[in-house]
């Protein structure tokens, strides 16, 4: 009798284990079911591994601002509209000079959604058609992934405003924008 | 003649002293200082009566705010950088900017070329043309006093 109480407890407690360990990854799997859904601790890698790449101008002009996007978020045509019209970006002359232009563009069109090898570049440019998109949180594709997300969850003060991916994507920098390791902050 | 060896080493270290207090702020390095000395002949040049910058002017520019003309919002330094330069900012989309005091933050006010970058970026979003001399004067002034 008092054995099959131990071994009852010792079943109750591997199930709890294995449920603290499976539920949530089985819960990340599923794409449309896990959105909207809110979690304010974990703030786990998924095993998504990308090689970002890198240019010291394009953080210093660029991630100053705002997050820093990859390369493969847009279209070559659509970097090239940014930095040509980068005296009007969105209200703001970003008093790039030409050396700086020059260096930008060519490490932007060469990592460009059409050869960045970056998991999600290929969903974005599916959605594009001809279109030259200039906002990333606009895209066709990155709009469908975000649609479940409500707009004052974009206000909370901490997140402050949609392009700041980094506020729920804490691994997005490093190209980990995978379900299973999204945090979406509570303030 | 020991007892006024032993004043003197005292009178000294208390000058010292008096100085190190009086004088908080952060020198500028000599690339800095270069373009200080610039920016206080072109103020010389625009106004002959210029006395010299003002970390009281600069302290005021930093504050002020202003209607931008198209955006119909009121701007200033202080919408991104907070009213005390020595504490992190944010972006308007959120992302975290370190703090502006050189006291603070070391990297500040040390590479021309930065600094003359930003205040064309920056001078544009919230005045819409660039600043003057003097205002770049004033504002180092008080960055580095702090």
Known sequence: ?187 | MIKYGAVMVLAVAAVFFAAGVLYAGVQPNKEMQALMDSYLAAAMKADPGFKGFSAEEGKAFFNAKRMHSANKEERGCTTCHTTNPANKGKTTVGKVIEPMAPSINKERFTDPAKVEKWFKRNCSWVLERECTPKEKGNYITYMLSI
């Open chain 1, 1 to 187: 009798m008092k054995r099959r109480k131990t071994i009852l407890t010792l079943l109750a407690v591997c199930l709890l284990i294995a449920g603290f360990v499976a539920g949530p990854r089985a819960l990340a799997d599923d794409d449309e079911r896990g959105e909207g859904r809110e979690r304010g601790e974990r703030n786990e890698r998924s095993g998504y591994k990308y090689t970002v790449p890198q240019l010291p101008a394009y953080s210093q002009e660029c991630g100053s601002c705002h997050f820093l996007y990859l390369p493969g978020f847009l279209p070559a045509r659509s970097w090239e509209a940014l930095i040509n019209g980068s005296d009007k970006h969105f209200g703001e002359d970003l008093a790039l000079d030409a050396a700086a232009k020059t260096e930008l563009l060519a490490f932007l069109t060469a990592n460009a959604a059409e050869k960045s090898g970056f998991k999600w570049s290929a969903k974005i440019l599916k959605r594009l058609g001809n279109e030259t998109p200039t906002r990333i949180t606009e895209l066709a594709y990155i709009k469908k992934e975000h649609r479940k997300i409500k707009e004052p969850v974009f206000k909370r003060p901490s997140i402050k405003s949609r392009s700041n991916c980094g506020a729920c994507h804490p691994h997005g920098s490093q190209g980990d924008f995978e379900e299973g390791a999204v945090v979406i902050p509570a303030k």
